[in-house]
């Protein structure tokens, strides 16, 4: 069983930053999931459990970096240039393979979400 803790969530203008924060109790792969308002919840970024292999949806390439710290068993996004779109809640996902998914299937554990508004 894998539990996920989330933190970094909040409010910032539009062009600001926001890291958010996933502390893991396993060894898994991992990424982060957004959902808007109305919306179905869409992949934003994963890694594996090495670190050596990321992907990211088209939607964040070049605004948002996902990064691991296996020691302290923490995943983070540093998300840039943050956009009134990017309002959402994030989550934090977990799965029992060492390498990355990008379907929400394709995880098996999940965070309880934390909520990111950008302000235009």
């Known amino acids: 069983q894998v539990q996920l803790v989330e933190s970094g969530g909040g409010l910032v203008q539009a062009g600001g930053s926001l890291r958010l924060s996933c502390e893991a109790s396993?060894?898994?792969?991992m990424g982060w999931f957004r959902q808007a308002p109305g919306k179905e919840r869409d992949f934003v970024a994963g890694i594996s459990y090495s670190g050596h292999t990321v992907k990211y949806a088209d939607s964040v390439k070049g605004r948002f970096t996902i990064s691991r710290e296996n020691v302290q068993n923490t995943v983070y996004l540093q998300m840039n240039s943050l956009k009134p779109e990017d309002t959402a809640v994030y989550y934090c996902?977990?799965?029992?393979?060492?390498?990355?998914?990008?379907?929400?299937?394709?995880?098996?554990?999940w965070g309880q979400g934390t909520q990111v508004t950008v302000s235009s």
């Open positions: 396993g060894r898994a792969a």
């Open positions: 996902a977990a799965r029992r393979y060492t390498s990355l998914g990008t379907a929400r299937p394709d995880y098996d554990y």
